[in-house]
T-cell receptor, first 108, second 116 residues
């Protein structure tokens, strides 16, 4: 089996930095993806880490440590539109298995 | 480029009734996925197609759920009969083939099913 752990909720103010941690247990691990989902909307792809290290895409960065079975998503310069749920997902056997998600609330 | 299209967006049915969901993936995407998302949870894979072949249906409750992807393009997911516990959002996603494909999936808006 497999499991993913991520915090259920995070609240921060505009302009702040938020880090969402994700720890996982799985076999046949290929990589870690992150998705964003606004309330009532479709999940949208943010980033993927297949190798250890940091991937940066604009205000969002994602990190992976295979040896620690750990990754994180870093949201910088938070904006109100970043209020959403964020899911980490492990890729193995050509499929994604999602965590329960972290709800990020950005306050003015 | 048009995104993944799903219909209907919402469906309310009585328990024991049948229901079907339809998905049109992004043109050229040979891999299609159906997920179920319960409130406050992440999407859970039900079935994955490579072209018209169901290559992973291990999590599909086959006693009441069925799916097809004729001609390797559109797909339908059916529940018959529906149970109260089937109330959820049913998401369709598509991606390119293996390589960078599976980690970057494109999701449709989903069908929100309510079973009364």
């Amino acid at each position: 089996g497999q499991s993913l752990e991520q915090p259920s909720e995070v609240t921060a103010v505009e302009g702040a930095i938020v880090q969402i941690n994700c720890t996982y247990q799985t076999s046949g691990f290929y990589g870690l993806s992150w998705y964003q989902q606004h309330d009532g909307g479709a999940p949208t792809f943010l980033s993927y880490n297949g190798l250890d290290g940091l991937e940066e895409t604009g205000r969002f960065s994602s990190f992976l440590s295979r040896s620690d079975s750990y990754g994180y998503l870093l949201l910088q310069e938070l904006q109100m539109k970043d209020s959403a749920s964020y899911f980490c997902a492990v890729l193995n056997d050509y499929k994604l298995s999602f965590g329960a998600g972290t709800t990020v609330t950005v306050r003015a | 480029e048009a995104g993944v299209v799903q219909s209907p967006r919402y469906k309310i049915i009585e328990k024991k009734q049948p229901v079907a969901f339809w998905c049109n993936p992004i043109s050229g995407h040979n891999t299609l996925y159906w997920y179920r998302q319960n409130l406050g949870q992440g999407p859970e894979l039900l079935i994955r197609y490579e072209n018209e072949e169901a290559v992973d249906d291990s999590q599909l409750p086959k006693d009441r759920f069925s799916a097809e992807r004729l001609k390797g393009v559109d797909s339908t997911l059916k529940i018959q009969p529906a149970e109260l516990g089937d109330s959820a959002v049913y998401l369709c996603a598509s991606s390119h083939g293996f390589g960078t494909g599976p980690n970057e999936q494109f999701f449709g808006p989903g069908t929100r099913l309510t079973v009364l």
